[in-house]
């Protein structure tokens, strides 16, 4: 039996813990650093994330133009994601929809657990998970293994926030920070703290 692969939570944050993907100012280093997350994992999105992520489809086909107010190097990231192996948590879209772009439909229900369960169970690459609501019910049931944090150098004074209305406490250990002295963005690493 090969063991569990590791299931990890990659988030860009304000320094109050907003996570909307609209406050976030993206240079190009933390932005090829969520490419390298993106490439070097299989993907474990909720819907919202998902049809965010659907943006970058047209744009990693052969000859795609850059998009009028983005920058070229931003490109790279629509040819990391749609090689990627992903996988779609939904409550509403029927078993048996057709997705396409190497996507696989996972229930989102009371089935969520034990199916990504499952999926850990499966050999491959290790997963990434990002957005709110998912990575919620995630570390609810206590499934996330590693925890990255981009904190933007920026106070938002709204949400949506992340993790917020956990029930109980989930410890972490900080295993790594990489900074990008560019933007003032810290990566930060954690795992849950065991013992």
């Not at 989930?170 to 790594?176: A, G, P, R, S, T």
Request: proline content about 8%; hydrophobic content about 40%.
């Amino acid at each position: 039996m090969h063991p569990t692969r590791p299931l990890h939570y990659q988030i860009n944050i304000t320094l109050d813990g907003c996570g909307s993907h609209e406050v976030g100012v993206p240079d190009m280093a933390t932005h090829r650093f969520a490419a390298e997350a993106v490439a070097s994992h299989d993907l474990l999105f909720g819907r919202t994330t998902y049809e965010l992520m659907e943006f970058w489809r047209p744009l990693a086909k052969p000859g795609a133009a850059v998009p009028e107010g983005m920058e070229p190097w931003m490109m790279d990231f629509a040819r990391d994601i749609d090689p990627a192996k992903k996988y779609l948590v939904s409550r509403t879209l029927k078993p048996g929809t057709e997705l396409g772009w190497n996507t696989t439909l996972l229930p989102g229900d009371d089935a969520l657990e034990q199916s990504v369960r499952a999926l850990k169970a499966q050999p491959g690459k290790p997963l990434l998970t990002g957005g709110i609501t998912l990575a919620f019910d995630l570390a609810k049931l206590g499934l996330i293994d590693e925890y990255v944090f981009l904190v933007q150098p920026r106070i938002a004074g709204r949400g949506p926030y992340v993790f917020a209305g956990l029930a109980n406490v989930v410890d972490l250990k900080l295993i790594d920070v990489k900074t990008f002295p560019a933007s003032d963005c810290v990566a930060l690493r954690y795992r849950p703290a065991t013992g």
